[in-house]
């Protein structure tokens, strides 16, 4: 509320707890509702070239049949992570940008890889990424805990501890 508040368009995706592994899922999610609001035709004007990498990732931006990535598997990959924030960067230069990414802990490796490049990537943008996960679903051991305390250290990210609710909280609600 507080970021529409201020003018800025929000982006919501989340993880999801099944055992199948759904890549980029909550950025699929959260740009995918924002596409749906856009004149599809205008925006591929605008992003050029690098709408062909997002249609990967977003049919509605496809001019024709999906194309399948070119070369070399990693900069495939890295061509699809520098498209997704120039698309962000895009949405947010002129009103700001909140990409709310929920229940990461249930991410797939992928989605881990593009959460971490968007996060370095747009740490001097208009884009604000708030990433949720809950604290008792990480051991050291998670691919998470590792990458949060990396932001953390890098002066990426800060960790806003919300307390678990209480019995009496959830009868309140």
Known sequence: RRARKLGCDVLWGSCSEAELALPYLPFVEAV????DEQDPAALRMALGPTADELAQLFPQLAEGPPS?????PAQAKLRLFESVVTLLEHWAQDRGLLLVLD????????TRELLDYTARRL??????????YRSDELD????????VQVWRRAGLAERVAVPSM????????
């Open 166 to 173: 209480t019995p009496a909280n959830v009868t309140e609600m």
């Open 68 to 72: 399948a990535p070119e070369g070399d």
């Open 140 to 147: 050291r051991r998670h691919p998470l805990t590792r990458t």
């Open 123 to 132: 740490v001097r943008s208009r884009v604000m990424l708030l990433a949720t």
């Open 103 to 110: 229940d990461v802990h249930w991410a797939d490796s992928s």
């Open 32 to 35: 995918g509702k924002h596409l």
